[in-house]
């Protein structure tokens, strides 16, 4: 069910707002490979109607269930809009669209949310990794061994013709 408020409603009085919203309801699957929604994401705002626009604040939080991008291990991490802020005009060229004055909050909370996403998600800050675990993977390459050294892979690479 899609957060919505009612802008008949702000004229009287500010509303507050407290729920979750379901994780499907946000469609952010697909956006990370690495990030995910499974849980619902709760929040508790205030809405109140300023001259010419809506202004609405509060908290929004949600877990991420998320594989860390060194060692691909799975981690939960919390995710909190503590001052999550939305100034919604009523006039002019960006004037949010009222259905039956009626607005939908879903698309603003999923862009922040979005926004808020790791860009790398860690399981710890000090991750090695998947190969600091491997004994031989702290040992340099040697040149001379079955694979190409530096130089000669660089004289094959200069032999192509475009």
Same mark, same amino acid.
């Given at each position: 069910?899609?957060?919505?408020? =009612?802008?008949? @409603?702000?004229?009287?009085? !500010?509303?507050?707002? %407290? ?5 499907? #309801?946000? #469609?952010?699957? *697909? ?6 929604? %499974?849980?619902?994401? &709760? $929040?508790?705002?205030?809405? #109140?109607?300023?001259? =010419?626009?809506?202004?609405? /604040?509060? @908290? ?6 998320? @594989? ?9 991490? !919390?995710?909190?809009?503590? /001052?999550? %802020? ?5 006039? *002019?060229? #960006?004037?949010?669209?009222? =259905? =039956?004055?009626?607005? !939908?909050? %879903?698309? $603003? ?9 790791? @860009? ?15 004994? /031989? ?7 001379? &061994?079955?694979?190409? *050294? ?7 690479l200069n032999k192509l013709k475009f």
């Amino acid at each position: 069910m899609p957060l919505i408020i =009612n802008a008949r @409603q702000l004229e009287k009085r !500010d509303l507050e707002l %407290t729920g979750e919203l379901p994780a499907p #309801e946000l #469609e952010l699957a *697909g956006f990370d490979e690495l990030i995910e929604i %499974t849980q619902p994401v &709760g $929040y508790k705002l205030v809405a #109140e109607r300023l001259a =010419n626009s809506i202004l609405v /604040h509060g @908290q929004v939080h949600c877990r991420l269930g998320c @594989q860390c991008v060194r060692c691909l291990r799975s981690f939960t991490q !919390d995710l909190d809009l503590e /001052h999550w %802020t939305c100034v919604l005009p009523l006039e *002019g060229e #960006e004037a949010v669209v009222l =259905n =039956n004055d009626c607005l !939908d909050l %879903t698309p $603003y909370i999923r862009e922040d949310i979005l926004l808020a996403f790791p @860009q790398h998600p860690l399981c710890e800050r000090e991750c090695p990794g998947l190969l600091a675990q491997d004994e /031989h993977a702290k040992e340099p390459a040697s040149v001379d &061994g079955g694979a190409l *050294g530096a130089s000669e892979a660089w004289a094959e690479l200069n032999k192509l013709k475009f």
